[in-house]
């Protein structure tokens, strides 16, 4: 799936070029040429779509696009409403390379990726459950729990990491075999399945 690149803003686009380093896409100069494009990942800097963003996002939708939208001040509650209008992706603009890598690889799969710290306050606003969660518990290892319960309190790798005394890598490989044991796909999924 190809990607395309707007934004009005040449260094944006630049620091996105070099992050997709080896990907194939394309720039684009105006946002009425981004509604030719089917079937791509189409990544757009919020600003320069500021006051269409909600009917933009919904005909890109409708020619089977995934859009990321980026922005230089990400907000959770734009999150929300950009998700809502069809975006299938938001972070910050100037994010590192891995990132920018990863929230094409969500889209690629056709999941939704938020910018972690977005994923970690969202996790924070949803309510506690009533219900015991040991049962899905029993089926992870003892240091699986323990990262599960961080995850599940909007932790990102790099604290779980300094509280358990082990890499981010390590807390990486924990939490996709949570996920594949859990039957969740991502952090959210698990807030969900636990809180």
Avoid at 52 to 59: I, N, P
Avoid at 163 to 190: C, E, F, W
């Amino acid at each position: 799936m190809q990607i395309v690149l707007y934004s009005d803003d040449i260094n944006l686009i630049a620091h996105w070029e070099k992050a997709l380093n080896g990907e194939k896409f394309q720039s684009v100069d105006d946002l009425e040429s981004l509604e030719t494009f089917q079937n791509r990942i189409i990544i757009v800097n919020y600003l320069a779509c500021k006051q269409t963003c909600k009917s933009l996002l919904a005909r890109l939708r409708q020619q089977q696009n995934r859009v990321l939208v980026l922005d230089r001040v990400p907000e959770l509650q734009k999150a929300k409403r950009l998700l809502q209008y069809g975006a299938m992706g938001y972070g910050n603009a100037l994010m590192q390379a891995h990132f920018i890598l990863a929230a094409v690889a969500a889209l690629r799969e056709n999941m939704v990726w938020l910018y972690p710290e977005l994923t970690s306050q969202l996790i924070l606003e949803l309510p506690e459950s009533q219900n015991s969660n040991e049962e899905l518990l029993q089926k992870l290892t003892a240091r699986e729990k323990e990262t599960a319960m961080l995850l599940k309190e909007g932790l990102i790798y790099n604290e779980i990491a300094q509280r358990l005394g082990i890499s981010p890598r390590t807390v990486k490989a924990h939490a996709q075999a949570i996920y594949k044991k859990l039957d969740v796909s991502d952090r959210i999924g698990l807030a969900l399945l636990l809180k």
